[in-house]
């Protein structure tokens, strides 16, 4: 957890509350020894992982997690996933002047977004200026590190991006060649280098602001508004957008993409909408609300979903597994008892790991804890790890 460029930790991380989110999904077949391969099969359309793109291939989900990587705000921290899906924190650089452990954006500012290359080769963080006793600190830009396949080290690549709006969320489209930026009502698209992972504005498109996801076939990007609907947009090959279908959903806030392609779960303080997604982007709300939980992540084969909710005030939390409807996505039936944390740490975000055998939950406040999946869908004892995060994104 960072410790602060800023003299204040408890103004940082009510700072970072404000702030994150997490954009960009992995997205690529992967090797049984989790390295990455050119992603792509022929997809004529039609399917219910949200058909073809423009280009005319698809991509699933990755089969197997390499590494983890995520950030309390400053720093990006990361792990590498072994076959079990245990973590093992990654050797990290120590800057000895702001007493931080971690990879800098480079910007100085704080991270509110990060995206993950589904080839496994690249991170981008998103960093925003902040500021402290009115002096202000770092800037808005775009980093970008490539990956050490062996040893998960990062590499921070040039010079940031500089960028003259501040905050957004970043995504990256499932055949590795696109980075979304979305903020103050503006989608920049910009294409990556598949060399360098350099990137290059190809079009600013109007659009709402919010939350952003991007489906595992790449064609389109679903966000989820602050004050209005849910909305998918499709992506073409030049880098411009248009709105294909929006919905009024009751909960809005951090948006999970199923593995399948077939459902949106948008999450909020009160509960979580289930919208269906069809081969053409259009959505349909399957569940208006299911209440009580404010985080969600589903297993590979669309059977368990696990939801956890936080209570600020008491600083405590819960994670409980259910059954899904295969046929509509919904949440059904509690699986195997609660898990709770103690008072002073909570659940901030889940994620099941590609293959579904695993969830990750980064805790505000206490370390990073892995849960095996039985069979049944429930819970096994957690492993406490080492890793101190508030949101994080997957690697194959």
């Known amino acids: 957890m960072f410790t602060g460029r800023v003299p204040l930790l408890s103004f940082l991380f009510l700072t970072t509350l404000l702030l994150v989110s997490c954009g960009g999904n992995g997205n690529s077949s992967t090797g049984s020894n989790g390295s990455p391969v050119s992603p792509g099969t022929s997809n004529p359309g039609g399917s219910n992982d949200g058909g073809s793109d423009s280009g005319g291939t698809a991509v699933s989900a990755p089969e197997h997690t390499a590494f983890l990587y995520g950030t309390s705000g400053e720093t990006i ?9 245990r973590i093992t924190a990654v050797d990290m650089p120590f800057d000895s002047v702001s007493g931080n452990t971690g990879w800098f954006p480079g910007t100085g500012g704080l991270i509110s977004s990060i995206a993950t290359d589904p080839q ?5 963080a998103l960093s925003v200026q902040t500021s402290s006793f009115g002096m202000p600190i770092g800037q808005n830009g775009l980093s970008e590190f490539t990956v050490d396949r062996n040893s998960g080290a990062l590499t921070l690549v040039g010079s940031p991006y500089s ?24 989608m920049s698209v910009y294409s990556i280098d598949q060399s360098s992972g350099a990137l290059n504005l190809l079009k600013t498109n109007a659009a709402l602001s919010g939350h952003l996801r991007t489906s595992w076939t790449g064609q389109f990007a679903f966000v989820d508004t602050d004050s209005g609907p849910l909305v998918a947009y499709r992506i073409e090959a ?13 909960n809005r806030g951090q948006l999970f993409v199923s593995y399948s392609g077939k459902y949106v779960y948008s999450s909020g303080d009160e509960g979580i909408t289930v919208v269906a997604v069809d ?15 404010h985080m969600v992540a589903t297993t590979r084969d669309d059977r368990f979903a696990y939801l956890g909710t936080s209570d600020f005030q008491t600083g405590t939390g819960r994670m409980l597994a259910f ?12 699986v195997g008892a609660p898990v ?13 790991d590609f293959d579904g055998k695993n969830l990750y939950v980064a805790s ?18 957690p492993d406490v790890e080492n890793f101190r995060v508030q949101f994080f994104e997957m690697l194959p």
């Open 323 to 334: 059954t899904l409807d295969p046929a509509s996505g919904a949440i059904e039936n509690t």
């Open 238 to 250: 030049d880098g411009s957008t248009s709105e294909v279908s929006r919905v009024e959903v009751q």
């Open 279 to 293: 081969s053409n982007g259009y959505l349909n709300i399957t569940q208006p609300n299911f209440s009580g939980f």
């Open 77 to 85: 921290l990361g792990a590498k996933v072994d076959g079990a899906g």
């Open 364 to 381: 505000a406040g206490s370390d990073f804890q892995t849960f095996t999946v039985n069979s049944d869908g429930s819970l096994g004892t």
């Open 120 to 124: 496994g080769r690249f991170v981008y």
């Open 340 to 352: 709770l944390w103690q008072a002073g740490a909570f659940p901030f975000e889940v994620l099941t």
């Open 163 to 186: 960028l003259q709006n501040r905050g957004g969320e970043i995504a990256i489209t499932a055949d590795g060649l696109k980075l979304l930026l979305l903020v103050n009502d503006t």
